[in-house]
């Protein structure tokens, strides 16, 4: 008598626009399964066009979960995705032998497949003061503060990473210790199988896909969305690329406004439209370069292109059937 199926997750990484959207679609229509989003911006309800969410169209083809589940005003972080993420697959084993997994936040994904080291709580007050700093004196600040603070950090590498230097940065004003003492390195076991399928495109033709993906928010109205987020532009949900260029076209030009006995100076804005979304593709291509590296460390990931269909349901089948 042959043994069932082991219940096994799916995960579909990669860059962003290789891809990663249609095939888990086309992945979870051959298993009759659903997704579970691994993208730290889409859980978002207030963000749409500028994360580039499923269209109404692929959510009703697909239910997925981890999408417009939070808002912009919740702490949502890889510890507390690991918890959302492990029940919502245990519910959906329930019912499916197979589930999907899609995204392309690695931390997020290493957290759900190995867990996460317990590193202590960071007050608001810590957060908000480096995060300002950041925006204020930019990147090479950033990096002189954890050479200077905590070289051992700095010695990993990660000092193209704003948000993993902030991160670092943050636990050691907290604690006075480096993010790196936490780090035990043992990971989770988790009950379930995990296969890991990277999607890749030719450096070029990714670089294509971004500048049009660009040109198409923009055409969808990302302006309009942006404008509608300006109150919240501090939060950290919207730190983000699409959002935090645009940002800077909607500063008032500079001019004096006289109402009753007070005056009131507002700062120029810094940037043009045009140049904006010029910045938007830029940084989008060198985040797309981030997350590569990040993913070409996994040795457990099995790299395909878009057509490769077949040969990705092969590898399932090998594993778990």
């Known amino acids: 008598m042959s043994s069932p199926p082991k219940k096994t997750v799916i995960i579909i990484c990669g860059p962003t626009a290789v891809g990663k959207t249609s095939v888990a679609i086309q992945l979870a229509q051959h298993y009759k399964s659903e997704i579970i989003s691994a993208d730290s911006r889409q859980c978002f309800k207030e ?14 083809e697909i239910k997925h979960h981890f999408i417009a589940s939070h808002s912009i005003q919740e702490e949502v972080t890889a510890a507390s995705f690991e918890q959302y993420a492990l029940g919502k697959t245990k519910e959906l084993f329930a019912k499916h032998d197979v589930v999907m997994m899609v995204g392309g936040t690695g931390l997020y994904i290493k957290a759900f497949c190995e867990g996460l080291d317990k ?152 940037a043009s439209i045009e140049e904006a979304v010029k910045q938007i593709k830029i940084h989008t291509r060198q985040y797309a370069k981030r997350q590569m590296t990040w993913f070409r460390k996994d040795e457990a990931i099995k790299w395909f292109r878009l057509g490769q269909m077949t040969e990705m349901i092969e590898l399932v089948k090998s594993n778990v059937f």
């Not at 963000?47 to 009703?60: Q, T």
């Open 47 to 60: 963000l749409n066009i500028g994360v580039a969410r499923p269209s109404e169209k692929e959510l009703e």
């Open 119 to 270: 590193i202590p709580e960071v007050s608001d007050g810590i957060r908000t003061q480096i995060a300002e700093n950041y925006k204020l004196k930019g990147l090479e600040w950033l990096q002189d503060e954890i050479e200077k603070k905590d070289p051992a950090f700095f010695a990993t590498g990660e000092i193209q990473n704003p948000q993993r230097m902030m991160r670092a940065l943050e636990v050691l004003e907290a604690t006075g210790q480096s993010i790196l003492s936490f780090r035990k390195g043992a990971k989770a076991k988790r009950d379930f199988n995990t296969i890991k399928i990277g999607l890749e495109l030719p450096k070029e033709e990714l670089h294509r896909n971004i500048n049009a993906r660009v040109d198409k928010m923009m055409e969808a109205g990302l302006l309009n969305e942006v404008k509608q987020l300006l109150p919240f532009k501090n939060l950290n949900a919207l730190q983000t690329v699409g959002y935090a260029e645009l940002f800077e076209c909607m500063v008032p030009e500079m001019r004096l406004t006289q109402n009753s006995n007070s005056v009131f100076l507002f700062q120029h804005g810094v």
